[in-house]
Each structure stands twice: as C-alpha cells, then as structure tokens.
C-alpha cells in the first residue's frame, strides 16, 4: 500500500481496516506493538505525519530564506560598489543626503590626491532648468558617506551634485536625481506663527498652531 499520493487524516484512517493501519504505520517507520488499538494507531500516525510536515515546512524556511539572503547580497554586491549620491526628503526643512563611490573612482580620486570634495545644493524653479537659481557647497571628509541638509524655503526643485576640487578644478563626480517638494495647501504654507488664518474649525482643532510653533522653534530658517 502507497501512502504518496493520498493525504493522511484522521477521516481516510478511519475508513481502513486494522490490518491497512498496521500497513501505513509500516511505510511511516512506525513499531506496532501486538497489543496496541486501532485508536491509538491511528492517533500515532497522525502524530508522525504532523511532525513529518512540521520538519518539511520547516526546512522549506531555511532554503527560502537562504535564497533570499543570498539574492540580497548579490543586489547589494551588485548596487553598492557604484558611485551615486541620492536626496531623501525628511520633511519640508530637511532632507537627508547619502552617497557611495565605488573602489575604482576611489582608488582614482586617491591617486589625484583631491584637496577637498563638496556636495553643491542646487535650487530650481523648473525642474528641467539647466541652470539653478541658486546654489551652496558643504565640504564632507571622503570618509563620510551622508549628513542632513537644510534645504532653502520656498523652492520648487532641489539636485545634489557630489564634486571634487583638484588644485583648484572642481569636477562633478556623480549627481543625484531632481527632488521636486511635495505641493500643499496655501493655507498651510502661509502660515506663520501668531498670524490669524481663516480656517475651519476642524483645522484648529487638529493642533496645526502648536505644530507650527513647534516646528517655528527648531527650523525658524526653514521660514522666508
């Protein structure tokens, strides 16, 4: 009797003479003693089987995760070793700035023996603009690999150029894509502290006046 196609539960045991349990308890390596029941055969079987799937889904775990660890590291491998610089918005004052320069452009700007390198935040109006409307550069050690920046209120477009400065020639090594700030409501962008705005009662009641002089406190540059 083969068991392989057929799930092993406590109705199709039921339905098998004591002589075909004797038999499925044989396949799964079960000893029968002479005097053992039919409830309880079948009750050990049931128990076998279980442990059986148990132990199967549990190795099926490992080797998922083992895949997915390895797969997550060939990405790694394969995304890291590059030269980037990405922009990642925190809030409408802030933004956090992070960079990666791969072993070869490394070892290159090692051998150039750069005096200083920079990260230039660009401001633009438009976000195809080729030129900025303005611009400012924070010198970070080669060592560093991120830092926040307070970005300049009221602008529409941000890019971050990562640059190198060889005996006075400033090159770009790698720039980020355009971060547009997210637009919201007029009411909101107004708003200043102690400055009466004609809002709903709803808007009031939502805190946003201690939110702002919150925010008032600890990013009053963030405010034009």
């Known amino acids: ?37 039919r409830t309880f055969l079948i009750g050990e079987i049931l128990e076998v089987v279980s442990d059986m799937d148990n132990s199967m889904h549990q190795q099926e775990m490992i080797i998922s995760d083992d ?3 390895a797969e997550e590291n060939e990405i790694g491998v394969r995304s890291y070793n590059i030269t980037e610089v990405q922009i990642m918005l ?27 390198m920079m990260l230039r935040i660009s401001s633009f109006s438009e976000k195809d603009q080729i030129k900025p409307d303005d ?11 991120g830092q926040y920046v307070l970005l300049p209120a009221g602008k529409k477009f941000f890019r971050i150029d990562l640059l190198f400065n060889i005996d006075g020639i400033i090159d770009i090594l790698s720039s980020s894509k355009v971060l547009e700030m997210p637009v919201g ?3 909101l ?19 946003y006046s201690e939110m702002l002089l919150e925010h008032y406190k600890n990013h009053r540059e963030s405010f034009s």
Do not use: C, H
């Open 1 to 37: 009797m083969v068991m392989e196609d057929r799930e092993i539960t406590r109705a199709f045991l039921e339905t098998l003479s004591f002589s075909d349990l004797v038999k499925v308890a044989d396949e799964y390596g079960i000893d029968v003693p002479e005097d053992l029941n």
């Open 67 to 69: 895949e997915y660890v």
């Open 90 to 116: 925190r809030n409408p004052a802030w933004a956090f700035v992070y960079w990666n320069i791969s072993d070869s452009d490394r070892i290159s700007l090692d051998k150039a023996f750069i005096s200083q």
């Open 135 to 145: 611009f400012f550069d924070i010198q970070i050690s080669k060592d560093d690999d």
């Open 185 to 187: 409501a007029e009411v």
């Open 189 to 207: 962008s107004d708003m200043r502290p102690g400055r009466n705005e004609d809002v709903s009662e709803i808007m009031k009641l939502s805190g």
